[in-house]
T-cell receptor
Framework: GAVVSQHPSRVICKSGTSVKIECRSL??????MFWYRQFPKQSLMLMAT?????????EQGVEKDKFLINHASLTLSTLTVTSAHPEDSSFYIC????????????FGPGTRLTVT | GQQLNQSPQSMFIQEGEDVSMNCTSS?????WLWYKQDPGEGPVLLIA?????ELTSNGRLTAQFGITRKDSFLNISASIPSDVGIYFC????????FGAGTRLTVKP
């Protein structure tokens, strides 16, 4: 149980384009989904928290117009990186909580974004 | 952001040795979690602790939720090469905070 998938696993895009990353909880309904960014050899940095049907809550310093989050259902959240720049290149990981009525987060496998 | 102090930052051990790592915080948490992350992958939940004083095992892994609710440790017994990776602690109350990670290297 508690499987979270992400798609795509890696993506290369050109500067100025937009990229959408999907996060799905495959075997449970996630009350909350989270989006993280991770730089090499560093811990996870929370970008935003989202609940189904409501607006995401962004962490300080994260531009909500640049990182658009849509939480359309209890099993799907998407992160769109708009007008991507090379400095947006990173490892993006989503997580979902709510499995078994607990609040611990289960993570997806991550998406490696490279902006050229 | 990180509000947990995780140590050690890295460990180089011989296969078969036991490993111990811990996390401390100035804040109280309701849940302590330990994750392992392999390169290029997302973190995988190893152990979740829900009560102060709780001691939980998962195979060769043992973790404890400190009595003060401000700390936790993870022990790995008889390490094997596939234990290599980064181990993160996380404390959860209203939100979840992560430690900086312990990078474990196991020499065969």
């Amino acid at each position: 149980g508690a499987v979270v998938s992400q798609h795509p696993s890696r993506v290369i895009c050109k500067s100025g384009t937009s990229v959408k990353i999907e996060c799905r909880s495959l075997d449970f309904q996630a009350t909350t989904m989270f989006w993280y960014r991770q730089f090499p050899k560093q811990s996870l940095m929370l970008m935003a928290t989202s609940n189904e049907g409501s607006k995401a809550t962004y962490e300080q310093g994260v531009e909500k117009d640049k990182f658009l989050i849509n939480h359309a259902s209890l099993t799907l959240s998407t992160l769109t990186v708009t007008s991507a720049h090379p400095e947006d290149s990173s490892f993006y990981i989503c997580s979902a909580s709510g499995f078994g009525g607990h609040y611990e987060q289960y993570f997806g496998p991550g998406t490696r974004l490279t902006v050229t | 952001g990180q509000q947990l102090n995780q140590s050690p930052q890295s460990m180089f051990i011989q296969e078969g040795e036991d490993v111990s790592m811990n996390c401390t915080s100035s804040s109280i948490f309701n849940t302590w979690l330990w994750y392992k992350q392999d390169p290029g992958e997302g973190p995988v939940l190893l152990i979740a602790l829900y009560k102060a004083g709780e001691l939980t095992s998962n195979g060769r892994l043992t973790a404890q939720f400190g009595i003060t609710r401000k700390d936790s440790f993870l022990n790995i017994s008889a390490s094997i090469p596939s234990d290599v990776g980064i181990y993160f602690c996380a404390g959860q109350s209203n939100d979840m905070r992560f430690g900086a990670g312990t990078r474990l290297t196991v020499k065969p």
